[in-house]
């Protein structure tokens, strides 16, 4: 909690107070389109694998029971990111491959970032799913600037 400074405005507090209120939102935000990414790109990873993306595989992966991913495919399926097909698997609508593809490149730019600063390939990579889907567009340009840099010197 911040403690209010001696002669510190109202409109310097309103302010304050404004951004700590947009910081909240856009973790809130984040965590929100963190399950739905994961969830596509999960999908997109088992089609690649030359599988079915079923229910079960989706449980079985992410750690979760059958009903759990139920009701997520129901609210993928609402937002048009994916389709189901009785006695079928899940399938990735041209949305839900966009946005696989997309979190991925994410993901990926993340993951090059921290084995840029000599981070392990496995933590990098585990690292990296959380990160993905909190960073802004500004930082993951920062993080592909850096690594870049990194690897033109030699040191990557």
């Known amino acids: 909690m911040a403690v209010a400074v001696a002669g510190e405005t109202r ?22 389109s963190e399950l739905v ?7 997109a990873d088992l089609i690649a694998e030359g599988r079915e993306a079923r229910q079960v595989d989706l449980a079985a992966r992410l750690g979760v029971a059958q009903p759990t991913v139920a009701k997520m495919l ?16 899940v399938f990735l609508t041209p949305a839900g491959e966009a946005l696989a593809k997309h979190s991925r490149a994410r993901h990926q730019t993340v993951e090059t970032f921290l084995r840029a600063l000599g981070i392990s390939p496995a933590t990098a990579r585990l690292d990296a799913e959380g990160i993905e889907h ?12 850096f690594a ?9």
């Open 74 to 89: 129901k609210r993928l399926g609402e937002a048009g990111l994916i389709s189901q097909r009785p006695y079928r698997g």
């Open 148 to 156: 870049k840099a990194h690897a033109r010197n030699g040191a990557g």
């Open 11 to 32: 409109a310097t507090k309103t302010r304050a107070a404004q951004a700590h209120v947009a910081s909240f939102r856009r973790a809130r935000m984040a965590r929100r």
């Open 134 to 145: 909190h960073v802004s567009a500004e930082t993951l340009a920062a993080f592909r600037r």
């Open 37 to 43: 990414e994961d969830y596509v790109e999960l999908i």
